[in-house]
């Protein structure tokens, strides 16, 4: 039998350009960024956490110089490029896609980025807080990484605010028989977003009351104290590494769950920065 792949990848992939047309603060902890470009289009929309490397300018430059090489040669290309010239790159998710003809902002078409605002240590957080109209960027498309087992008969959904906009669109694309279990860890009351209802859904909001806590331990402690259902699971669990890395270990050593049934992935390191 054909092995299963393990991420869901685009079918081609180019670094495509497109502009920010609206920035806004939506909650405490979120900046919804909003692009638009003709270029966009070329980006097949796979719903759930579907991602993408996310170019912008440094602080302070007005010009976006990009890599052109297609595929993984842009790596190397963007290695080669001055310190002082080369985009920032980051990873982010898309949270809305709007095809050509449906955006809110005019013809082009449109996706939105939920920024998790972590003030201006990061250049990206940095960059979404202060984004205005007409500011260049470009993104690589990337796939999805949530790929769930076909005989799993629920899911355990886990995640710290990075992982929000993958959450939400894990549970926006799930069939409406989708049996889940989801911990959300924010770091405000007010940064809950809607959730699709629906009867095999829970989801578990958990706020951190603890301003200086490292995103992810109280996500962690929750599901390891948590009652979970029985039978075959599938297990997305995205965010803090240690978040990421110490929830699998909990659930192949203290609750045996099959390591080939867990998708974890640190979206950022407690700090260390990215890229
Ligand atoms: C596949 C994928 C999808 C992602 N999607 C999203 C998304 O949709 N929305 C989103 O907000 N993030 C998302 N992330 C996480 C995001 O890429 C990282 O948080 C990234 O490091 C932010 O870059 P930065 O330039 O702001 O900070 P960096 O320069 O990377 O780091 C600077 C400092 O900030 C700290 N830091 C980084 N991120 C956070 C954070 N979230 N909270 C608190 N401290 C932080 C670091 O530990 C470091 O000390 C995703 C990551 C991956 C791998």
Redesign the pocket.
């Known amino acids: 039998m054909a092995k299963r792949a393990k991420y869901v990848k685009p079918a081609s992939r180019t670094i495509v350009e497109a502009e920010v047309v609206a920035s806004k603060r939506i909650s405490p902890g979120f900046v919804r960024v909003t692009i638009a470009g003709e270029q966009l289009s070329s980006v097949a929309p796979m719903g759930a956490?579907h991602?993408f490397r996310f170019f912008f300018p440094q602080a302070g430059q007005t010009e976006l110089r990009l890599p052109s090489a297609a595929s993984n040669l842009w790596y190397a290309q963007w290695l080669m490029m001055s310190k002082d010239t080369r985009p920032?790159v980051?990873?982010?998710?898309i949270?809305a896609y709007r095809p050509a003809g449906s955006g809110l902002f005019g013809d082009r078409t449109e996706i939105d980025?939920?920024?998790?605002h972590?003030g201006d240590?990061?250049?990206?957080?940095?960059w979404a807080n202060a984004a205005t109209e007409g500011g260049r960027v470009a993104l690589l498309d990337?796939g999805r990484?949530y790929n769930p087992t076909p005989d799993a008969t629920w899911q355990l959904l886990v995640g710290?605010?990075?992982?929000l906009?993958?959450v939400i669109g894990i549970l926006e694309s799930a069939p409406a028989d989708l049996r889940a279990e989801v911990f959300l860890e924010i770091a405000h009351d007010d940064d809950k977003q809607d959730v699709p209802e629906s009867a095999g859904v829970n989801v578990h909001w958990l706020v951190r009351t603890d301003a200086d806590a490292v995103?992810g331990v109280l996500a962690l402690e929750t599901v390891r104290a948590a009652e979970l259902p029985t039978g075959t699971s599938y297990t997305f669990v995205?965010g803090e590494q240690a978040l990421t890395t110490g929830l699998r270990r909990h659930l192949v050593n203290d609750r045996q769950f099959a390591k080939s049934n867990i998708t974890f992935?640190g979206?950022?390191?407690?700090?260390?920065?990215?890229?």
């Open positions: 956490d991602w920032v980051r990873n982010y998710t949270r980025i939920d920024f998790a972590h240590s990061g250049p990206a957080s940095a990337e990484i710290d605010e990075s992982a906009p993958a995103p995205a992935t979206f950022w390191r407690h700090g260390h920065a990215a890229g």
